[in-house]
Every structure is written in C-alpha cells, then in structure tokens.
C-alpha cells in the first residue's frame, strides 16, 4: 500500500496525458504556450475569479503576491506556524517578519480571536507595518474567511489564501482561491491538483494586481521582454506541466468527491477510536491528508507499519520552533495549540482511488494498535 498512489489515476487517464504531451512537442511552445493559457482560464472559472495566473510552484504562487504588495523590510504578516515551512519562508526572503499565530484544536487553521490579539500586540510595540495575513487551508479545510478579511479591513492588510491543499474546496458555497485578495495554490504531485513536477496558480480578482504578477512572472518586465520595470523572478508555469495538469482537470471534481467519500467512510468508522478530523458546516474539504489525532502516536504509526500501511507527520515541528526562524526569538510553550497539534498528529493514506478493501485494513490496524 502507497501513502498517495497517483499510479491509479495515471491509468485512467493515461491516454489523454500522452496525447497533450505529443501536442506540446509538436507545437515547441514550452514557455508559456497555448496550454498555460487554457488552464489559466479553465481554473479562473472553476475557481469563480477574473484572472489566474500559472506560476512555476506553490512556493512562488506565495512569493509573487507579496512583492505585489511591496513586502519588505520592517512589515508583520500574520500567518500560522503549524504549516509547511513555505508559507512562512517566502514572508522572511523578502526581508519581512512573520509573526505566527496560533491555531483552532479542532480545524489546525489560524484562530481569528488569536489573530486580532497578534494584530493588537504588534500594533502596540509599534515598531512594524501591519501588512498582510497569509491564512492556511490546512489539509483542504478553508479558514474561517470571513472573519479574517473583517479583520483586515480593518487594519487595512491585505489577505493572501494559502491554498496549496485546498484547491477544490470550498468555504460557504464559494471555492477556495476566491475568498480572499489573491488565493495560491500547487501543483505539487502530491496535491489534491498534482503535475508531474512543479507548480502553481495566483488567482484574483483585481486588474492591477493581475498585471504587477504577469510582470514579476517574467522579470519585472514592462512592455516588452528587454524592459524591466521592476524586479521580478522566473516564476513561469511550465507549458509541458500545463498540458498533464488539462488532462488532471477534466477528472478533478470526480475525484474531490471520491476523496470525501474516502474520508467519510474513515470518520464513520474511526471516531469512537482516535480523534477524526472536524470540517465546519459551512466547509467543503478537498482532503489533501486524512489527519488523525492519538496522544501515543508513535505506538499507532509503529502498529500501522507493522502492518505494511504508511503513515506521514504533518508537521512534526511547528515553525516558530525551526532553526530557520530562531532570530525571531519564539520558545516552546509561545504556540500551545500548534506545539500539541504537532505532538500527537498523524496522517493515513488518502487518495481519491484507495479502495474500500484498503481503508478497512488501515481502519482495522488503527483499532487494533490504539
Ligand atoms: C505544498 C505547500 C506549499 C508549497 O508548494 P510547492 O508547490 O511545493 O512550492 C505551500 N504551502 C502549503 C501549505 C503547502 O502544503
């Protein structure tokens, strides 16, 4: 058994890949060709916005939005700690300070009472910009959206969705990648949307912001190639990457609803057993990982190994525990909810083809070793 198994999916539609492949070698236009294009438009529509805008990864669909707004030196962007080290990396390469905010037990996304507290804290040191909130959709379930962007406003930050796992999923009838100033998402392989390789969207709904992330996409470019208006980066979805991800496409939607069933059939059976993972009324999950919570966790992964069924830790160490943030000065004991989250969480296989004969052996073991 596979953690995520894309061999089934690449079965299915393998005739299709193949064919989309053929027309980009056949075409040559491997930097930003026709593909980009369709996709771009396809998943602006899907997603219900006027422009989205193919990237080279989810890690640059975060980047590109914020040297949109100017981040820099001496700006606070409030963001979560419990999440993959890219939400809160592109925040400090441009010079910027994170400041993390804690976490709802039950959703694992920012907690908003949390998050004015932040806001009111670093706006009474007073010595940084309130800028923006970057706001996770974490393992598919979208934040708490409407509070969040109160909350901006009345800051006057900007709100950027990090929708790397959330992509498909939807928050109070809207997809997620609307709901905010510019949503992000990836293309990662292993996300609920994967390429075969890198990459990612910016989706938004305002013009100026549209044009400064086509410009920053190429260089900084102005009117043409050679004019460089501003500083930007290489951050092109690749047209061989667009070509696999139409093909992925015309299948998603069946397939966020095969991973809803997935997890169903999971929370039916595990609830009495471990804790199960909670989606709010008003939420459509795209389930990007099943995570569970046992206070013995290794004991139940160690139990699951021994019956042939991987298991991952999503994330094992909160961020504002990380090296790579230590001169922001956080200790253990500063994030209560992300430190115990990541203490006792744990992930079982998901995908949209894990078949019933699977889940029941993974539901089995879990009973058999919690
Ligand atoms: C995967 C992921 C990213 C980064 O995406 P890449 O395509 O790997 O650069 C950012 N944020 C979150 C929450 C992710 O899960």
């Not at 990864?57 to 914020?66: F, I, K, R």
């Not at 700006?75 to 419990?82: G, K, P, Y």
């Not at 993959?84 to 994170?98: D, Y």
């Not at 609830?271 to 290794?298: C, G, M």
Request: with cysteine; charged share 25%.
């Amino acid at each position: 058994m596979q953690f995520i198994d894309l061999n089934f999916q690449q079965q299915k539609i393998k005739d299709k890949i193949d064919a989309n492949i053929q027309n980009v070698l056949a075409h040559g236009k491997y930097i930003l060709g026709p593909e980009v294009k369709e996709l771009e438009q396809k998943l602006a529509e899907y997603a219900g916005v006027e422009y989205a805008i193919g990237v080279a990864s989810g890690t640059d669909a975060l980047l590109m939005p914020l040297m949109v707004n100017d981040v820099g030196p001496n700006d606070a962007i409030f963001t979560v700690s419990f999440t993959f080290i890219a939400t809160a990396e592109v925040i400090k390469l441009l010079g910027a300070t994170p400041v993390f905010v804690d976490i709802e037990p039950d959703t694992f996304n920012i907690d908003v009472n949390k998050l004015e507290e932040a806001i009111e804290k670093v706006k009474k040191e007073g010595k940084l910009n309130l800028k923006g909130i970057i706001p996770v959709d974490l393992f598919g379930q979208p934040a708490d959206y409407d509070e969040i962007n109160a909350i901006a406003k009345k800051y006057g930050m900007f709100v950027l969705e990090d929708a790397a796992q959330g992509f498909g999923g939807s928050y109070k009838g809207k997809k997620t990648c609307s709901l905010t100033d510019i949503g992000a998402t990836s293309f990662f392989p292993a996300k609920p949307l994967g390429t075969y390789g890198d990459g990612g969207m910016c989706f938004t709904n305002d013009k100026e912001i549209y044009d400064r992330l086509l410009s920053i996409r190429v260089h900084g470019k102005g009117s043409h190639k050679y004019d460089n208006v501003r500083v930007g980066i290489n951050g092109r979805l690749d047209t061989l990457m667009a070509a696999i991800l139409l093909a992925k496409f015309e299948i998603f939607n069946e397939e966020i609803n095969l991973r809803q069933n997935v997890a169903n059939r999971y929370s039916e059976k595990l609830d009495d057993v471990v804790k199960t993972p909670f989606v709010k009324d008003h939420n459509i999950s795209a389930w990007a990982q099943y995570s569970i919570l046992h206070p013995d966790r290794e004991k139940v992964m160690a139990g699951l190994k021994e019956d042939g069924i991987p298991t991952a830790i999503y994330y094992p160490k909160p961020l504002h525990l990380q090296d790579a943030f230590a001169d922001l000065g956080y200790k253990y004991g500063d994030l209560p909810v992300s430190e115990k989250m990541a203490a006792e969480i744990f992930s079982i296989p998901m995908y949209p083809y894990l078949n019933e004969n699977n889940q029941d052996k993974i539901v089995e073991s879990i009973k058999k070793n919690a």
